[in-house]
């Protein structure tokens, strides 16, 4: 299985060549001798990105469960593939083993068949991060039904919208989650949502937290008394490699949330690939993603792309701060933890707190450390590399999107030296082009440019549900032939990657570009910064001015403020230069963030700009009450 693993910088070039030279004979040959198949396929790729026409792996036949799975048995039927970490760490964890969880799967398989569930079906999920979250995503591989799982966090609203778009047949939910001190009403949520989704046939509900739920006769059943009486047998759908696999949606710039949709062959070659590599796999190994399995990182990195691999992979139903900030840590001691995939954001609040959450664990089983969803600013970079992976733990900063299935530009540890900010060379199979205005290729070094791949690699997603034309409009049609990624990057001499951040973050501020990336990095730098978010807004000589969103650290010291202000500006003077001095310095409590951890800019822009209009829909950040202090602390 581990036949694509790169051990040694000379092999990542060789393969870097060869999978540009010859990308069909690369990623062939990687599926041929690492998966197993109904039937091969009778041509690696067919490629018109121009039409934006993908199909990878033509006409090949599979299952992906029975590569998550199935081939496991023999050899790892009794490894553990999942290892559950309650919210509670008084409650005991779970190790499941390949065996039950292949027992597990085949059994909700049968429930989805019984309760009318086809091949090409949609089916919802909506669950915490309980075991039967991954077991219900491979259920629906198992009979070809296209999962669509949103993130338990989202509110009524957001659900029934996304459950409109993909007609969905039925719903996977729970009577309730944990998060931290806190109970979730997730059924009571799904109610709501259902009222105006006549699609849903069936919901099947999981039994968390024991609560009183109203059970809709003829519609709502329990799932644990199905999953008792279900058969174990394990017919698997044949499903053909452009099947697709899932859909998830992600926001976009405008308009309502896009549903990215992911075929089976492809989207499995490339998590595992890029799981083995980018993470430095090794079969004792445990591996912790800390990310939800509502968002795309769950998805390849907690469940396909270690399940592939035959790993073990922690599933954390908690949150980081409970029941108090050394719970990461406590965790990775507890069970060993050999890799941590977690978020910038995340790595920045827990630097805010006392050291001694961290000391008074043994973190010595790591081995490396992940980053993704936003650029990681350099002080938290050293903080996370000093503290947790006391200097001897690869940091790997990893770009990619949920709209490339799997990671496409990152390290690959004890190959790749790190650079704080960067996220270095792209993988294996992947082409990244920077652009500039004017539509050419960006030769220099260190100018910035559109983050664009131009030529498909197997993870990427090949269409918008129900929405094509928006598909080619969005990624194909800024620059002709070429998926555009919405991101801005640079490179350095020596060809390592940096991302700016969203091209949408770019100020132009005096006809200079500034992202707001390193203008923040700068600002983080200060001993007193915990976290900043800089936007534009209008200025009458300028054309944009800068505004600063600050929150400090809880240092218990009290500073003058103006001082501060000067002391920033003047760091960022030293840093950036000037010009990416801010003209206003507001200090919040907290910024306005989305549950996934993104700073919500499209709000600051507006109350920047003093425009307190039309917001959109708050509900679904983790803070909305931020947005009225932020509001009324407004610096005109
Ligand atoms: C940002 C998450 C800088 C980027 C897997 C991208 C990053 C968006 C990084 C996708 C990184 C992700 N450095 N920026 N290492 N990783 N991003 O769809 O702006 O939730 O376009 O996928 O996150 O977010 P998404």
């Known amino acids: 299985m581990n036949y694509y693993k790169i051990k040694n910088l000379e092999q990542y ?20 001798k690492n998966f197993i198949w109904y039937q091969k396929w009778d041509k690696v790729l067919h490629n018109d990105m121009l039409n934006g026409d993908i199909k990878w792996f033509v006409n090949g036949k599979l299952n992906m469960t029975r590569n998550c799975l199935d081939r496991h048995l023999n050899k790892r039927g009794d490894k553990t593939a999942i290892i559950f970490e309650p919210n509670d760490p008084n409650e005991e964890a779970q190790h499941i083993t390949y065996k039950e969880l292949h027992k597990n799967v085949c059994k909700m398989a049968n429930v989805l068949r019984d309760n009318g569930i086809k091949k090409g079906d949609r089916v919802c999920i909506y669950l915490p991060m309980i075991p039967e979250l991954p077991i219900a995503l491979l259920a629906c591989a198992r009979v070809g039904a296209i999962h669509s799982v949103v993130f338990a966090g989202f509110s009524a609203n957001s659900l029934s919208s996304r459950i409109q778009d993909s007609d969905c047949k039925m719903l996977i939910t729970s009577d309730g989650g944990y998060r931290g001190n806190k109970t979730i009403d997730l059924k009571g949520i799904a109610d709501d949502a259902l009222k105006s989704c006549p699609s849903i046939e069936t919901v099947l509900v999981a039994k968390r937290i024991d609560s009183e739920i109203h059970m809709e006769e003829g519609r709502d059943k329990w799932l644990q008394p199905l999953m008792d009486d279900a058969a174990e047998d394990n017919v698997s759908e044949i499903m053909d490699a452009e099947d697709p696999l899932f859909i998830l949606y992600t926001s976009g710039s405008t308009g309502k949330p896009k549903g990215m949709v992911h075929t089976t062959a492809g989207y499995m070659v490339f998590t595992a690939y890029t799981f083995t590599n980018v993470f430095n796999y ?34 954390f139903e908690g949150i980081p701060s409970y029941p108090d900030f050394g719970r990461f840590w406590d965790v990775i001691d507890k069970h060993k933890v050999t890799q941590l995939y977690t978020a910038p954001t995340a790595i920045r609040a827990l630097a805010k707190e006392n050291l001694s959450y961290v000391e008074s664990h043994d973190l010595s089983s790591l081995r490396v450390l992940g980053s993704v969803g936003e650029p ?25 999107q949920t709209e490339n299935g799997g990671i496409m530009i990152s390290p690959l540890p004890f190959i790749t030296p790190t650079k704080p900010t960067y996220a270095t060379l792209p993988l294996p199979g992947i082409q990244p082009v920077l652009m500039n205005s004017k539509r050419n290729e960006i030769e220099n070094h260190h100018e910035e440019g559109s983050l664009c791949i131009k030529f498909p690699w197997p993870g990427m997603a090949r269409t918008i549900w129900g929405n094509h034309e928006r598909y080619m409009e969005t990624y194909f049609s800024a620059f002709r032939g070429k998926y555009f990624s919405g991101d801005g990057a640079l490179k350095d001499e020596v060809g390592y990657y940096r991302i700016i951040g969203r091209i949408d973050d770019v100020i132009i501020v005096s006809g200079h570009n500034l992202g707001t990336a390193p203008i923040e990095n700068a600002i983080n730098e200060h001993p007193a910064v915990a976290e900043s978010a800089i936007v534009g807004y209008p200025h009458d000589i300028k054309g944009n001015g800068l505004y600063g969103y600050i929150t400090l650290k809880e240092t218990g010291e009290v500073r003058d403020r103006d001082n501060l202000r000067r002391e920033i500006n003047e760091h960022i003077a030293n840093h950036i230069g000037p010009i990416a001095k801010l003209d206003k310095i507001q200090f919040v409590d907290a910024l306005p963030k989305t549950r996934s951890g993104k700073i919500m800019r499209r709000i600051l822009r507006k109350i920047a700009a003093g425009d307190f209009d039309s917001f959109g829909d708050i509900s679904t950040l983790l803070n909305p009450e931020s947005v009225d202090e932020i509001k009324n602390g407004r610096i005109a």
């Open 282 to 315: 090794k079969e004792d190994d445990i591996y912790w993603c800390t990310a939800d399995i509502g968002w795309i990182t769950g998805h390849s990195y907690i469940v396909y792309g270690p399940l592939l691999n035959g790993a073990t992979t922690v599933l």
């Open 376 to 400: 990681i600013n350099e002080e938290a970079w050293h903080w996370y590399n000093n503290n947790i992976g006391k200097q001897k733990c690869p940091v790997v900063d990893t770009w990619w």
């Open 13 to 32: 070039i060789k393969a870097y060549k060869k999978s540009v030279n010859d990308p069909e004979e690369f990623w062939g040959d990687i599926a041929d």
